[in-house]
């Protein structure tokens, strides 16, 4: 399975980005794909998650109203449209995919494998 991230960069704080992660090497019929993020210094954080096939989705409570999880099944590709940024967004921002996931998991070591990540700077 390879996952690469892109669509990062610099924005002013109020403003959008949206992340894509091209996934392959699986049907992901039966995955989980989420997104987490990673600011200096601080631990991954979980960001949202999503079932490849079928309806589902989960949110970390301060991401929710900002952040929107999607799929594309046909691109195989993952997205999060992030919306009023705030600097407290900056972040290294990876996707990641969990095999066989009953519950939408929230946490690292849930996740089977990981993409390179791509920053997210949002200047104030």
């Known amino acids: 399975v390879q996952l690469v991230e892109s669509g990062g960069g610099l924005v002013q704080a109020g403003g959008s980005l949206r992340l894509s992660c091209a996934a392959s090497?699986?049907?992901?019929?039966?995955?989980?794909l989420g997104w987490f993020r990673q600011a200096p210094g601080k631990e991954r954080e979980f960001v949202a998650a999503?079932?490849?096939?079928?309806?589902?989705?989960r949110y970390a409570d301060s991401m929710k109203g900002r952040f929107t999880i999607s799929r594309d099944n046909t691109k195989t590709t993952l997205y999060l449209q992030m919306n009023n940024l705030k600097p407290e967004d900056t972040a290294v921002y990876y996707c990641?995919?969990?095999?066989?996931?009953?519950?939408?998991?929230?946490?690292?070591?849930?996740?089977?494998?990981w993409g390179q990540g791509t920053q997210v700077t949002v200047s104030s």
């Open positions: 990641a995919a969990a095999g066989v996931a009953a519950v939408l998991p929230s946490t690292p070591i849930r996740y089977d494998y």
């Open positions: 090497g699986s049907t992901f019929s039966s995955y989980a």
């Open positions: 999503i079932r490849w096939s079928g309806s589902g989705t």
